[in-house]
């Protein structure tokens, strides 16, 4: 069970408001590598893991996610707490209001539509969505996931670090960037406790395309590097007229039962495309008789 | 610039139609883990890459994706092939295509809405969103990114593999699923071949708090691992009373202008709630005069 | 901050795995209506608001409706237990593996994407989205929302528990049912508990439209309620010609600048159609000769 | 059937055009309390109630709904009106064209991509979504639903009022601002005038957790009020070692048959962590030799 | 404004309740082919419109389309009548309405979360969406969306009545089908006396790319048709080795300013990949010693 | 399969970066009319077309557009080349960070979540959706959706042209409308080279409803044209008690079985609303006893 301290997690001391620095931060609050996607991608694991100290650690940083969206959404409560009362109240010029909120970030939606608290949203207002947690319940991916996730965070709070010229912010943005980098940490211990965690799963893969590395892509510019060369890799050329990799002739079949075959090919014929006929169409139609190449528009059969 | 050979790069061949397996296909097309989300994951990167090597291995591995994406919507095609026909042409009794379609898994959404044709959703039918895209920019993060997201891919094609009996869709399914480890082992090299990529950015953090591991989750189970134990980590028992780490009182402050000031308070006071009274209540009008504890009704002031 | 303590709020007790029924009790793990949906409304209220006793009523609730998360997530992890060893280590038949998890609910997906683990999906797969959340950061506004939200979530609940005959889980679900009707009270006496909390906010509306009832839907089933009837409701029936109801010809205008009024004209003429004509179209020669009504052939002008 | 009257129910006069502001009324067209999402919450409860005189009531509502919507778009429509010929017909100097639609709100998107025509994005550009709609199918819930739908649509426009100085647009939000004031009352009366509408649906709660407030949240602030004080109240603090309400032992639990049981284990054996190791990672190989602490790179056994 | 009447436009008469085939209709009423979608793209159309006759055809079809939306609404809402008396009282044996609404469609998400009203969802459950509407302020354009949109619908409509047996409701999906044909018939009218019509919009292309043919996509299967043979087309044949059309070296350049290229290149060189070493990865510690190929791992430098 | 060509299909030069026009070009990157869209709709249909030539030209555009998705994402990179290195370097004083992004678009997006480079949203943050891809697997669909969308994508590069002044981006968007031109022709030609397109699909409508005409928005401005006048159309005046199309009493039916109809008639009991009563509310006792019209308080029964 969760429990709730009145005590932020790292005190925080925002010099003066900025609604605009505000929509901003939200990126960390509400968008896809900001902290409630952190603590629900670890919390949705740890539920399900068997493993009793894995469980711990995933429980135990989920809830420090959860701790450091409570940060992250104070510092937007703070940044728009002047303009809020304004807009609420109407205590503000019209005019004065209407600029405020429209300089040149997301922060008229910020106080329009949520009042100036935090939101759901990223910094472009784009709704928080489940799309961005990518636990799929197999440890050896999972981890590999979180350690991602982890150096993602890293980033965007260097961004926002970046762009910050207020002290206080600059100050808690930058724990809760340090703790990301922890997290990563310990979360490539736990991958490396599991031992051979690589490949990951249990299935084998086919030993015919494991080594491959297939260049696709052709011309000035094509490079070796360690990812393509060594003993370890094959480097196959994929040529203009390439066959497939397994022989065959390269196209898809599937043995359809006679009536499936009638069905298909009823429909088939209902959709077939004549291509001895150069048909007038909608465009020329449309582009009127005295457009570009005129058509003579006679009608089929 | 693209092009395209008419040869799939793997030669599918399907036993027979089966449309509830098609639905489950999807996943790895228009799903989370599928080949467009990791197309468009490697390609968006590839395009903005300053490193000419590692810009070439990302536009490779991305086309190679596409050409993934064609094989698996093939599979797909395959195994609509049979109902497709005979929905579109009416050439089944009416209650035969009703049960087909319907007989447990996604199929009939396949087959009404999208005429049996592969379509950008997983198996459940979600619209595939760029909320599944977590490209941001910088290598040591993108790649990491890369690395987990071909473990997940992995995974998913194992779980397909294991409820396939088809042993063409099986076969094709073990080819894609050893690219992906392939393709992870790419991703491996060329992140470890940036010198330092740990932690990933510039920013360095506080040293405060690099090594701290909070023990947020507490009672029978609380375990230690090397996640948390051994000379790099200082664990810290978090107690029911917990100060912020970085002291203070724990609360979130900001500095506003008198104006401000004045415009927050007017809001708090006509939203104030009066903890003096017991107010009659919504809820007390409707659990009606004899509806458990009977509230006294009365209007206040 | 929050913490956790790794008792549930309420020990679960599961007879039996059942994948399907898992699939049915994500609505509340990861529907609109479910636990984290209503953790997160409370929460960013609390974040944000000014008063004192509410803000901590809104954290209280917050970190229970946490605490319910893990429960039905719990619930979910049991329910699936089962099947996720033996998808994972292809440790029963193929055919049975199939059938087990394609019989008539989404746990398919449930199984293939997220590894049986809770994800944030509802019932049938959809991702859980910000869109849910409600709140405006008004409280007389959030409030409402929240006895709303609190109301819908018992239904929910009493819908599952209607449809479970496993006794563990019923007796969970119920705990969780009771607890919503508790919350429903609570945010009750905290609306209610603002003095003149209706209208909500602070401007007056217009008294000209403030006890209208328009009866905009007519014709037999026409009805009279408290909703439209009595002292305070002015009943207004709207005719089939009916004018706006503040005067003025119905139709909306701007004063234009003259260029932009040149321009506006320019576009209107560009893509001006010609009611003089009946033009021969792309439906016309789709239809073929031989269909419907022929159709003269010609072009204009 | 629904029918339309070439009258606006409201005549809208626009002073002048404003693309930004434009971009701000979205928030009430195509925005999560904006008059589409009313119109439907209703409309879909209006179809499936049984109840003749509160389907009447809705079907009312929700058409009135709908002639809001056309007023609100008319009022985009009129102030994209200037920019939207100079933009489809180049009319302008390019870059002011530029300047004029990236000013600082979303109207870049409003004009690019909708061509400054009316869309379902609400201010942000962020598209309509069905998860705004919380109807239910239970009268005591969805009534509910209403009375907050319109309050927080009440805000909505009164911030918007708050921006606007433009006396047209004022005048037509004030009298759209009223309605949903309006419409609050008539929902208010529907819900009343069902005897004992609490609490909602049929299935009575556990009396056990009927009545008591956990107080999960503690520290400084703690705070007591209507919500959780008085004779109907139970008090619960809840403590750092709080077991659960049910007592148990606070896991969860699930009989699994043999084979399930073994499947479980191999899967866990097979994702096992050591806790005995302290393994090399992929952040001590990225950290380089020279990076913080020096870890002696070893391999495991 | 809008009206409305409470006769439908036509007549259901469905003869038993079906929550299963209720689930499938849910298609056209929030699916993207759905009425909804249909009514909200040419309502978004027609109020932006400056020809009054379109303006005024749009609106009466987007009148048109909301009637048709309250009959399949009004489908669904009968097919699920039975079911949802059921649910809501708990009247049935719990295992018999688990079955009924587990076996094989979204009927279960349509019952426990919407109660068996109709939904904003399609078939899949899948939430609708304003990314449906295509609609973008030209009239070249958004008619031709409508036609397109009308011929989908259509589709829809007769898979629908394919798999339907039920006699009422096949004769008003008839009536629904019948009515997207005339629409379509009437867009295209409107397209065409349009003069001009195509290209859409005022900007010429380039003549240098408009009557070419890229083929793209080569071998076995190559074909030629109307589309790229004949007078009007240059056809191009896409070689491995091809060129930029326009000429220059097929890469992208940019002109930087002293600084942005100064930190461009730092940013480069701080992520920049060695090409000449092969490093120890994290897959490689992950697959154990004893795992494939072995590789000796030693660190950097 | 794909391959990839390392030349951009149409050589790029950028004159200098600007990162909000970067933000608007991602309307063609990852919006609803851009090239991934594009490529996505044509590469499912072509998949799954059983017409060779058909099918050969779909993946040739497909693939085509696939290339320009790559010619927009490179001028998007190149538009922010300048801020990307510097905001990731922090090589630049904050200030001129903050301000340079946030300057009235999207930009802060794009640089701060997507480090610069192209991301899968438009040009207001709105991630790419599954939605925007209207394949239904019907060719006499299809290409009708293929020319609409051709259509609506020339119109958006239109209007990016309108608004930019860098000669080299105008240069390369003029390539890709034009291509957009072409595009509609060739799939023109292959709509009109099936006979017999229109009506699409293969069920006849019903003769009674094909030639109508409802005339559904009356009042001033009502207007005819070629879509509801003249031999074909049956012109029909709605009125304001319009009667169902097909007779009948306008009311939907289903036939219950016996306890079908118990329970529903029960859940209607319990759920009626007393119509006799005006009963007090939750806005009465929040609207305080001095608001507006004094209602007495008095409780039901």
């Given at each position: 069970?969760?429990?709730?301290?009145k005590n932020?997690?790292?005190?925080?001391?925002?010099?003066?408001?900025?609604?605009?620095?505000?929509?901003?931060?939200?990126?960390?609050?509400?968008?896809?590598?900001?902290?409630?996607?952190?603590?629900?991608?670890?919390?949705?694991?740890?539920?399900?893991?068997?493993?009793?100290?894995r469980?711990?650690?995933?429980?135990?940083?989920?809830?420090?996610?959860?701790?450091?969206?409570?940060?992250?959404?104070?510092?937007?409560?703070?940044?728009?707490?002047?303009?809020?009362?304004?807009?609420?109240?109407?205590?503000?010029?019209?005019?004065?209001?209407?600029?405020?909120?429209?300089?040149?970030?997301?922060?008229?939606?910020?106080?329009?539509?949520?009042?100036?608290?935090?939101?759901?949203?990223?910094?472009a207002?784009?709704?928080?969505?489940?799309?961005?947690?990518?636990?799929?319940?197999?440890p050896?991916?999972?981890?590999?996931?979180?350690?991602?996730?982890?150096?993602?965070?890293?980033?965007?709070?260097?961004?926002?670090?970046?762009?910050?010229?207020?002290?206080?912010?600059?100050?808690?943005?930058?724990?809760?960037?340090?703790?990301?980098?922890?997290h990563?940490?310990?979360?490539?211990?736990?991958?490396?406790?599991?031992?051979?965690?690589?490949?990951?799963?249990?299935?084998?893969?086919?030993?015919?395309?494991?080594?491959?590395?297939?260049?696709?892509?052709?011309?000035?510019?094509?490079?070796?590097?360690?990812?393509?060369?060594?003993?370890?890799?094959?480097?196959?050329?994929?040529?203009?007229?390439?066959k497939?990799?397994?022989?065959?002739d390269?196209?898809?079949?599937?043995?359809?039962?006679?009536?499936?075959m009638?069905?298909?090919e009823?429909?088939?014929?209902?959709?077939?495309s004549?291509?001895?006929?150069?048909?007038?169409?909608?465009?020329?139609?449309?582009?009127?008789?005295?457009?570009?190449?005129?058509?003579?528009?006679?009608?089929?059969?």
């Open positions: 069970m969760f429990m709730h301290n932020l997690m790292y005190t925080v001391r925002v010099s003066e408001p900025d609604p605009k620095l505000a929509s901003l931060m939200l990126e960390q609050f509400g968008g896809p590598q900001g902290e409630l996607a952190a603590a629900m991608r670890y919390f949705t694991q740890g539920i399900a893991d068997e493993d009793p100290g469980k711990d650690m995933l429980i135990d940083i989920a809830t420090e996610e959860l701790s450091h969206l409570e940060v992250i959404g104070s510092i937007v409560a703070m940044l728009t707490k002047g303009a809020k009362g304004k807009l609420a109240e109407g205590a503000e010029a019209t005019a004065d209001l209407y600029a405020n909120i429209t300089q040149g970030s997301g922060s008229h939606t910020l106080q329009l539509l949520y009042g100036g608290g935090p939101a759901l949203v990223n910094s207002g784009q709704l928080w969505t489940g799309g961005y947690i990518d636990s799929i319940g197999e050896t991916a999972d981890l590999r996931s979180n350690i991602a996730a982890e150096s993602r965070a890293k980033i965007i709070y260097e961004r926002l670090i970046n762009i910050t010229n207020d002290p206080g912010v600059k100050d808690a943005l930058t724990f809760l960037m340090t703790r990301e980098v922890a990563q940490k310990m979360f490539e211990k736990a991958l490396y406790s599991i031992e051979n965690n690589f490949p990951p799963g249990k299935l084998p893969g086919n030993p015919d395309y494991t080594d491959k590395y297939y260049n696709m892509s052709t011309g000035p510019g094509d490079a070796r590097g360690p990812w393509n060369q060594g003993d370890q890799w094959e480097f196959v050329e994929v040529k203009a007229n390439q497939p990799v397994n022989g065959g390269g196209n898809p079949t599937v043995r359809l039962a006679a009536e499936e009638k069905a298909i009823q429909a088939a014929m209902r959709t077939k004549r291509t001895d006929l150069d048909p007038v169409t909608g465009a020329d139609l449309g582009a009127g008789p005295g457009a570009g190449k005129t058509k003579k528009v006679t009608t089929k059969g």
